[in-house]
């Protein structure tokens, strides 16, 4: 297991200008693996032993010049690739994207902004002060167990004036477009893609820009997503001889709502595999033209399932219905991603903050100017700019661990004696959990690296544990 960890961790040296932040690198990625809380780095440096005295330079290794976020997500895509079990539908990888936001207090944190909270849990507020993330993973595992296995994650709100600071050319994006193009990212080093998202992403601007990818690429992506209950289509442009004026784009207007009335004759019945589970649906499938002033075809899907209405869209007009309904059953796995990211290694767990930061105004009118345009200081916003990778960097870190956790147990599960390790109520029959890998990863990893002498990882952790010896014997003196 450990050797093939260190396989993959040692992909990723190029990435790094120094050795020694290669180093902190792998101290980072294993402490993440097994740290036993979440409160920031200094888990890691519990759990792991490291000397107190390197705590600085482990924080400044989040800030350093060494390492830049492209260069690692490009290596991490390069990986899963060679290494992931990927799931392929018609050849197509199946990428997974939503946004996640994370409540922060930070009153000098870059990026913290009001954020509203489109959730039915009655447990999350309405608004809250904190990060806006968008990530995009993608369908790997088998059918003992799927896994939406996270390959780049980043902030996608609040830090565009930020970002201006290093290239003024640059454009702010919404969150549904760098959505689009962190998806089209990985397509180009994956090949064909499909991307599942949710009904929040099926927007003009979205399907604009997807159309324009497609269009300068070899490998396109396509995507399947939900359309909300109040979604309007139109039917084709009457063909034939026409009156003056220029040709029509459209025809008439429908509410695909309504169809479920109108066409519950034509609706076919029919058994998919839904959340691992065969289960009777039925459905009526149609092709119109969507979005104003855009017209593009797309496939519409509408879906009874005991009782529950759903609306479906694809970009793929030659895609199956029922390939379209078992497709958009995995986008839930990227939530279970998410509650694994935040319960299990605490990826969000991050307190970075900056002295040149403005203090926070939570009552910033919509028409003030923002306290961070009037930072012209080159060496408070170079600062800033630090911070923002440190978050940026810490959240990727905790992706590519939760990554490695995912590869180990489909890899290595039968292994690890789950029933015997821990309790659980609903234990796996194959392939156990993410958290099922970290406690065991807690409870055995000083025995891994004392069998494992001459592993890279063991070498790098016992250096960084040395200087411990070397602090007690300098403070004994």
């Given at each position: 297991?450990?050797?093939?960890?260190d396989?993959?961790?040692?992909?990723?040296?190029p990435?790094?200008?120094?050795?020694?932040?290669?180093q902190?690198?792998?101290?980072?990625?294993?402490?993440?693996?097994?740290?036993?809380?979440?409160?920031?780095?200094?888990?890691?440096?519990?759990?792991?032993?490291?000397a107190p005295?390197?705590?600085?330079?482990?924080?400044?290794?989040?800030?350093?010049?060494?390492?830049?976020?492209?260069?690692?997500?490009?290596?991490?895509?390069?990986?899963?690739?060679?290494?992931?079990?990927?799931y392929?539908?018609?050849?197509?990888?199946?990428?997974?994207?939503?946004?996640?936001?994370?409540?922060?207090?930070?009153?000098?944190?870059?990026?913290?902004?009001?954020?509203?909270?489109?959730?039915?849990?009655?447990?999350?507020?309405?608004?809250?002060?904190?990060?806006?993330f968008?990530?995009?993973?993608?369908?790997t595992?088998n059918?003992?167990?799927?896994?939406?296995?996270?390959?780049?994650?980043?902030?996608?709100?609040?830090?565009?004036?930020?970002?201006?600071?290093?290239?003024?050319?640059?454009?702010?994006?919404?969150?549904?477009?760098?959505?689009?193009e962190?998806?089209?990212?990985?397509?180009?080093?994956?090949g064909?893609?499909?991307?599942?998202?949710?009904?929040?992403?099926l927007?003009?601007?979205?399907?604009?820009?997807?159309?324009?990818?497609?269009?300068?690429?070899?490998?396109?992506?396509?995507?399947?997503?939900?359309?909300?209950?109040?979604?309007?289509?139109f039917?084709?442009?009457?063909?034939?001889?026409?009156g003056?004026?220029?040709?029509r784009?459209?025809?008439?207007?429908?509410?695909?709502?309504?169809?479920f009335?109108?066409?519950?004759?034509s609706f076919?019945?029919?058994?998919?595999?839904?959340?691992?589970?065969?289960?009777?649906?039925?459905?009526?499938?149609?092709?119109?033209?969507?979005?104003?002033?855009?017209?593009?075809e797309?496939?519409?899907?509408?879906?009874?399932?005991?009782?529950?209405?759903?609306?479906?869209?694809?970009?793929?007009?030659?895609?199956?219905?029922?390939?379209?309904?078992?497709?958009?059953?995995?986008?839930?796995?990227?939530?279970?991603?998410f509650?694994?990211?935040?319960?299990?290694?605490?990826?969000?767990?991050?307190?970075?903050?900056?002295?040149?930061?403005?203090?926070?105004?939570?009552?910033?009118?919509?028409?003030?100017?923002?306290?961070i345009?009037?930072?012209?200081?080159?060496?408070?916003?170079?600062?800033?700019?630090?911070?923002?990778?440190?978050?940026?960097?810490?959240?990727?870190?905790?992706?590519?661990?939760i990554?490695?956790?995912?590869?180990?147990?489909?890899?290595?599960?039968?292994?690890?004696?789950?029933?015997?390790?821990?309790?659980t109520?609903?234990p796996?029959?194959?392939?156990?959990?993410?958290?099922?890998?970290v406690?065991?990863?807690?409870?055995?990893?000083?025995?891994?690296?004392?069998?494992?002498?001459?592993?890279?990882?063991?070498?790098?952790?016992?250096?960084?544990?040395?200087?411990?010896?070397?602090?007690?014997?300098l403070?004994a003196?």
């Amino acid at each position: 297991m450990i050797e093939f960890i260190d396989e993959i961790l040692t992909h990723f040296k190029p990435c790094f200008s120094r050795n020694t932040t290669y180093q902190w690198f792998v101290v980072v990625i294993i402490g993440f693996m097994l740290r036993s809380d979440t409160l920031g780095v200094t888990s890691i440096i519990r759990d792991l032993a490291i000397a107190p005295r390197l705590y600085e330079t482990m924080l400044h290794f989040f800030r350093s010049s060494s390492w830049s976020l492209d260069s690692i997500s490009d290596k991490w895509f390069h990986i899963i690739k060679e290494y992931g079990e990927l799931y392929r539908e018609d050849d197509a990888v199946i990428l997974i994207g939503d946004g996640v936001k994370q409540a922060k207090e930070g009153r000098y944190m870059p990026g913290v902004k009001k954020l509203h909270q489109e959730s039915e849990n009655s447990s999350k507020a309405e608004y809250i002060f904190g990060h806006m993330f968008g990530g995009v993973g993608i369908l790997t595992g088998n059918i003992n167990k799927w896994f939406c296995l996270p390959l780049f994650i980043n902030l996608q709100d609040g830090v565009s004036s930020i970002f201006r600071w290093k290239d003024p050319a640059q454009v702010h994006l919404s969150h549904v477009v760098q959505m689009i193009e962190n998806a089209f990212r990985i397509t180009k080093v994956m090949g064909r893609s499909i991307l599942l998202l949710d009904r929040y992403f099926l927007s003009v601007p979205a399907i604009t820009r997807l159309n324009e990818l497609n269009s300068t690429n070899t490998d396109t992506m396509q995507i399947v997503t939900k359309a909300k209950s109040s979604c309007v289509a139109f039917e084709k442009a009457p063909t034939g001889k026409q009156g003056k004026g220029r040709p029509r784009k459209k025809g008439k207007s429908i509410k695909i709502k309504t169809l479920f009335e109108t066409m519950k004759d034509s609706f076919v019945k029919t058994t998919v595999t839904l959340y691992g589970k065969e289960t009777e649906v039925s459905y009526y499938c149609i092709n119109l033209l969507w979005g104003q002033k855009l017209y593009q075809e797309l496939r519409f899907v509408l879906v009874n399932y005991n009782g529950n209405l759903a609306i479906l869209v694809s970009t793929d007009t030659g895609l199956a219905p029922t390939t379209i309904i078992r497709l958009y059953s995995y986008r839930f796995k990227i939530e279970c991603t998410f509650r694994e990211l935040k319960q299990v290694i605490g990826g969000f767990s991050y307190q970075f903050w900056s002295k040149s930061m403005p203090k926070l105004n939570r009552y910033l009118k919509c028409k003030q100017i923002h306290p961070i345009d009037l930072i012209k200081d080159p060496k408070d916003q170079q600062r800033i700019l630090q911070t923002v990778k440190a978050i940026e960097g810490y959240v990727m870190f905790s992706c590519i661990a939760i990554g490695l956790l995912q590869l180990v147990s489909l890899k290595y599960s039968e292994t690890i004696d789950a029933p015997n390790l821990r309790y659980t109520r609903t234990p796996s029959k194959k392939v156990v959990s993410e958290a099922t890998v970290v406690f065991y990863l807690r409870k055995n990893i000083f025995r891994i690296l004392a069998e494992n002498p001459a592993n890279s990882i063991t070498r790098i952790i016992k250096q960084k544990q040395r200087e411990l010896r070397f602090y007690k014997d300098l403070r004994a003196s």
